[in-house]
């Protein structure tokens, strides 16, 4: 049976595929991530949102996070192999199959770096979550405080000193 608390956790998992941020890593690169990848990352979005399973960040996510950090700083071989297999399968996945050039390709990681793979996932989901709630909070507020301020501009004053 399908609990209206379920209903409302698809609901806001949908609303949230299309309308939470891109999560870019802090230092201003965030506005050359590709076009083609933020359109990736909403499709994905809503299909890991339609599937109904455990919800992590995507692999598009997770690519242009690493994107924006390696534009930043210089990484070690670890990420620099995530950020290549993760790139190849997302770019591959939305061009019809095309591939990344040979000499650069990384067709599979260690299942460490699997793991580091996995946790970036989930942290870039929780921070998704976290900045949809911390905006759900703030229009609450602002419409509690627009309800007072209406309120309190239709009450007559009775007594003024």
Request: aromatic share 10%; with cysteine; glycine share 6%.
């Amino acid at each position: 049976m399908v609990t209206e608390v379920q209903i409302k956790k698809d609901l806001s998992a949908i609303v949230g595929a299309l309308t939470d941020p891109i999560i870019a890593y802090p230092g201003g690169w965030g506005y050359t991530i590709p076009e083609w990848l933020k359109h990736a990352i909403a499709v994905e979005r809503m299909a890991m949102a339609r599937k109904g399973e455990d919800i992590t960040g995507t692999d598009a996510e997770a690519c242009a996070y690493l994107y924006t950090a390696l534009l930043c700083f210089p990484v070690d071989q670890d990420w620099s192999d995530i950020y290549l297999y993760i790139a190849g399968l997302v770019h591959s996945r939305h061009h019809d199959g095309a591939q990344v050039p040979e000499d650069i390709r990384v067709e599979s990681i260690s299942d460490y770096q699997m793991g580091d793979l996995r946790r970036l996932k989930n942290w870039i989901y929780l921070r998704r979550i976290r900045d949809r709630q911390e905006k759900d909070r703030a229009a609450r507020r602002d419409r509690r405080e627009q309800d007072i301020a209406r309120k309190k501009a239709e009450k007559p004053v009775l007594f003024e000193f």
